[in-house]
């Protein structure tokens, strides 16, 4: 059994700043990628940023310049630091891993049950 479990969503007003955070946990053997994703209403899931493991980053458009991405092997933890949040952030995040778990081959992909973020005008 594994579960990604985001925190740090909320309200905020334009300009400011969230630090979201996702923790694996679980028989985790090895993560490889991890990555922030986004779901405002009525549009697809969209990716946000995302970081393998020995660190490289690919971001979004949209976030290149105001989000930075980071993990924690240690602790099987993404985080995302949002600044200069705008409106059009509004949106559900999502954590998203790509993992293998202990006795079991291969590697899968897991999601977090999501957190809300609202960017106020």
């Known amino acids: 059994q594994v579960q990604l479990v985001e925190s740090g969503g909320g309200l905020v007003q334009a300009g400011g700043s969230l630090r979201l955070s996702c923790a694996a946990s679980?028989?985790?053997?090895?993560?490889?990628?991890m990555g922030w994703y986004r779901q405002a209403p009525g549009n697809q899931r969209e990716l946000v940023a995302s970081i393998t493991r020995d660190g490289r980053t690919n971001y979004a458009d949209s976030a290149k310049g105001r989000f930075t991405i980071s993990r924690d092997n240690a602790k099987n933890t993404v985080y995302l630091q949002m600044n200069s949040l705008k409106p059009e952030d509004t949106a559900v995040y999502y954590c998203?891993?790509?993992?293998?778990?202990?006795?079991?081959?291969?590697?899968?992909?897991?999601w977090g049950q999501g957190t809300q973020v609202t960017v106020s005008s």
């Open positions: 998203n891993a790509e993992l293998a778990i202990v006795m079991v081959k291969g590697f899968g992909r897991y």
């Open positions: 679980g028989s985790i053997f090895s993560i490889n990628y």
